[in-house]
């Protein structure tokens, strides 16, 4: 079945550090994926997806790009800020297998300090 | 555009009670989605639904849990008797088909005592 496995957090940085969460996934067919954020008593936002290899998702300077080589779809920021404070879910869609709902990572935690 | 509406957001009862849960969709999109979210970890799968039909149930716990969408826009989700195993937010998301993005509620957080 299909499955994503996300770095544990919390993750802890201060403002503007680089910022890398790890994503792997496993899926039967040809997945699209996504990123979404859940911020503090908030529900989950999209931050960005992509549909096929190669493709760069991004918003908001965040940054994934879908490797199918290594079954990968990594998010990145390059300056972090305060604001940035979220929990990050990593998921992704299987058109190919009938089942139409997404398939979540367990979150990753991000804490930005000033 | 208004996003995913759910209500209430904050729920808290006592073991054995029953209780539901109110989404009212984007407007527009025809398939609409109930999730689990335990603490700590990423939502999972109840129910699809396409228009006013349940096509993806097979992780709803029917014996306590059941769901309804009628006119295939506003859907309901009710758990009789709640359960302590209970407590989870409770989400609900919608997208203009299945092969479209989804959109999410900001959830219904139940505490059951």
């Known amino acids: 079945g299909n499955s994503v496995t996300q770095m544990e957090g919390p993750v802890t940085l201060s403002e503007e550090a680089f910022l890398t969460i790890n994503c792997t996934y496993t899926?039967?067919?040809?997945?699209?994926l996504f990123w979404y954020v859940q911020y503090p008593g908030e529900g989950l936002q999209l931050l960005l997806k992509?549909?096929?290899?190669?493709d760069k998702g991004s918003n908001k300077g965040f940054e994934a790009t879908y490797r199918k080589e290594t079954t990968s779809f990594h998010l990145e920021k390059g300056s972090v800020q305060v604001s940035d404070s979220a929990v990050y879910f990593c998921?992704?869609?299987?058109?190919?297998?009938?089942?139409?709902?997404?398939?979540f990572g367990s979150g990753t935690r991000l804490q930005v300090q000033p | 555009e208004a996003g995913v509406v759910q209500s209430p957001r904050y729920k808290i009862i006592e073991k054995k009670q029953p209780v539901a849960f109110w989404c009212n969709p984007i407007?527009?999109?025809?398939?609409l989605y109930w999730y689990l979210q335990n603490l700590g970890q990423g939502p999972e799968l109840l129910i699809r639904?396409?228009?006013?039909?349940?096509?993806?149930d097979s992780q709803l716990p029917k014996d306590r849990f059941s769901a309804e969408r009628l006119k295939g826009v506003d859907s309901t989700l009710k758990i009789q008797p709640a359960e302590l195993g209970d407590s989870a937010v409770y989400l609900c998301?919608?997208?203009?088909?299945?092969?479209?993005?989804?959109?999410f509620g900001p959830g219904t957080r139940l505490t059951v005592l």
């Open positions: 998301a919608s997208s203009l088909n299945q092969r479209d993005t989804q959109y």
């Open positions: 899926a039967t067919g040809y997945p699209s």
């Open positions: 992509a549909t096929k290899a190669d």
């Open positions: 998921a992704l869609s299987d058109l190919d297998t009938g089942r139409r709902a997404l398939t």
């Open positions: 407007s527009g999109h025809n398939t």
């Open positions: 639904y396409e228009n006013e039909e349940a096509v993806d």
